[in-house]
């Protein structure tokens, strides 16, 4: 299952972890990478000797590619030339422009991820210079740049931007999820919920407990956490404190109750305030489930935490029993029911 993105980027299988934030760990990226996969570090609030020392950490466990992603809603040329120092070749950029970022990164001979959350960003992204879309569905964890369900934006931004590679974003945590998603014309899954119930991911296991109880339900789509990132509306697990502020029909701040109050202590001793973007890494004092847990509808397909390693080669499996089931029901000419469970037919 190498599709041509795969051979671009120089990885074996179509299976991208998706940045993460700070729950992004060396031997996280290091363990996707060494299966196949590949893996991004999420760079965006690294300071820059943080981010060089991270990249060597990453590069000291695995020989094999890895990416680095950068947020633009604020200037990030100086990360991205302590990445391409460093030799990173695979970029992904969202929430921005990112025409002169992708052209120095061209200019190094590396390769563009554009992130788009509808047909329009999707045009914008390759207009800028992106080599591969990653087509983000409104189902997907963390800040969503759209409200489009991945099952029409996937195949929609196909037709908008083909034959420029489109990656999958939002809601894919199994094997099934990859074959729809190539079905739908995508040539890789970018998973996040599921890679931050990893062993290695860098969080809380309160947060990946949380994670693995969430039904299909137990994601919103809200506005309430915006301290250190306004204005960009993302998916969090419906805690206490995310329950509350919907059921007083949403108010914006400072009208939110218990505003401004300091609830935990990051592991470098910073307060962090109720309605920051903030979530629980490991090592992350106080109040832990009142903190932000982003998080994708996914998260009712996650029933475990396992080696990132053995996730990956779990998804490789789902994905071919799911294509011998199809390629079996599909030839058997109309013989065989198609489908599990008793037949609806008289
Ligand atoms: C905890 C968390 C942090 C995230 N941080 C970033 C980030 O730093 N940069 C980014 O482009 N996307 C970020 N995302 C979005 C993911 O890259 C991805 O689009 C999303 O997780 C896909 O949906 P899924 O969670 O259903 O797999 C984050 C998502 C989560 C859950």
């Not at 914008?124 to 591969?132: F, H, L």
């Not at 309430?224 to 949403?250: C, E, K, N, Y």
């Not at 490789?316 to 000419?333: C, F, H, K």
Request: net charge negative.
């Amino acid at each position: 299952m190498r599709t041509a993105l795969c051979n671009a980027i120089g990885i074996d299988l179509p299976i991208i972890q998706a940045p993460i934030g700070s729950a992004c760990s060396p031997s996280l990226i290091a363990g996707v990478a060494d299966a196949g996969a590949l893996g991004m570090l999420a760079a965006s609030w690294l300071a820059p000797a943080e981010l060089r020392s991270t990249i060597r950490a990453i590069q000291s466990l695995s020989s094999r590619a890895f990416g680095v992603n950068l947020v633009l809603n604020r200037p990030q040329h100086h990360r991205l030339e302590v990445a391409l120092e460093e030799g990173v070749q695979v970029f992904s950029f969202a929430w921005g422009d990112l025409r002169g970022d992708a052209k120095r990164v061209h200019s190094a001979g590396g390769f563009v991820f554009g992130s788009a959350g509808s047909v329009e960003q999707a045009r914008r992204a390759v207009e800028a210079g992106a080599d591969a879309v990653v087509a983000q569905g409104w189902e997907a964890g963390g800040h969503v740049l759209g409200d489009v369900a991945l099952s029409v934006l996937l195949p929609a931004v196909c037709d908008a931007v083909g034959p420029v590679p489109v990656v999958a974003a939002g809601g894919i945590a199994d094997g099934r999820g990859l074959v729809a998603a190539l079905a739908l014309g995508g040539q890789a899954i970018w998973m996040g919920t599921r890679f931050l119930a990893a062993t290695e991911a860098q969080v809380d296991p309160l947060y990946q407990d949380r994670i693995i109880a969430a039904s299909d339900t137990g994601t919103a789509h809200a506005t309430i956490f915006d301290g250190g990132w306004p204005d960009a509306p993302h998916r969090v697990l419906r805690t206490p404190v995310v329950q509350a502020w919907d059921t007083m029909g949403r108010p914006a701040r400072p009208d939110r109750p218990r505003e401004g109050e300091i609830i935990a202590l990051a592991p470098d001793g910073q307060p962090v305030r109720i309605y920051d973007d903030t979530i629980p890494v490991a090592g992350t004092t106080g109040d832990l489930g009142a903190l932000a847990m982003y998080a994708g509808q996914s998260s009712a397909l996650v029933h475990g935490v396992a080696p990132a390693s053995a996730l990956v080669a779990k998804i490789m499996r789902e994905a071919e029993d799911t294509m011998a089931r199809l390629r079996a029901d599909w030839g058997s000419g109309g013989a065989r029911e198609i489908g599990q469970g008793p037949s609806r037919l008289p």
